[in-house]
């Protein structure tokens, strides 16, 4: 797909909570922040973003001020200085490996943007992409060329796609998302529902990256800890985050 300079994404209020382990099953269910899910014993949550300053964020594979995004009305905006997918991408200073990471986000028409985790930086990778998985954010139906499932916003970007309790709101409105991943067992949400689940590194994962998009990347998926990045690869791109709890914090980073 190719990447535009002239479309714009908007993430507000991100949450990431960090848990402790837990052999029990798949992933519990968890609320939306319009009722908050009680915090239980050993989870940390921090606010990844209060509104003022991008303190705790820096470019991928740099240090220094940020670059490509500044902050607008208490948003996170990415200024477009990026022409592809390798530029205008920005990290958490710091890494996680269990979580629970929540955020609003809405596009312009044609927007396209994603948030990654488990990300690793390391002068060997060009992008994020090389190493975190991605929750796609993008214009379903406005985007200027044809969007396939796998691509859509709410999926694992290129292996898992959303389930039929998917609702998209339109353009110009605010989506509300969520993140959980327990020792391998994730879990995507949209407008509080649940859409993706999956289990990395799995049989089932390591068919699909095998087969798809990261087979020719070997080290897409592997990291276990990491930081969570914003990738932007539109002109315009504003974010807002409200916390996030760990369950385990450790060293890998997100990514937008």
């Given amino acids: 797909m190719k990447f535009l300079k002239n479309t714009c994404i908007i993430l507000s209020i991100i949450t990431l909570a960090s848990c402790s382990d837990s052999d029990e099953g798949p992933v519990a269910e968890v609320k939306m922040k319009s009722d908050p899910i009680a915090n239980p014993i050993g ?11 991008l303190a705790g964020w820096h470019d991928f594979n740099k240090t220094g001020k940020v670059e490509n995004w500044a902050i607008e009305d208490s948003a996170m905006v ?14 958490s200073d710091i890494e996680y490996e269990n979580f629970d990471l929540s955020w609003q986000w809405k596009v312009t028409k044609g927007g396209n943007s994603g948030v990654m985790y488990h990300v690793v930086e ?14 796609q954010m993008i214009d379903d139906i406005g985007f200027p060329e044809k969007v396939e499932d ?8 290129a292996m898992n796609v959303p389930n039929s309790s998917k609702k998209l709101l339109p353009v110009g409105e605010w989506n509300s998302s969520r993140i ?12 509080g529902e649940a859409v993706v689940y999956f289990e990395a590194w799995s049989d089932e994962w390591n068919k699909k990256k095998a087969k798809g ?25 504003i974010l807002k985050i409200s916390g996030l709890k760990n369950c385990h914090s450790t060293n890998r980073k997100w990514y937008v």
């Fill in 122 to 135: 390391s002068p060997k990778y060009i992008a994020p992409y090389e190493t975190g998985s991605e929750y």
């Fill in 213 to 237: 998009k990261w087979k020719d990347y070997p080290d897409y998926g592997k990291a276990k800890k990491g930081r969570t990045a914003f990738r932007i690869i539109v002109i315009k791109c």
């Fill in 180 to 191: 959980v991943f327990n020792k391998g067992k994730v879990e995507h949400w949209l407008n």
């Fill in 150 to 157: 796998w691509q859509k916003s709410g999926v694992d970007y």
């Fill in 78 to 91: 990415c200024l477009g200085a990026a022409r592809d997918a390798a530029g205008g991408d920005m990290v």
């Fill in 43 to 53: 989870v940390n949550e921090a606010n990844l973003f209060a509104g003022k300053t």
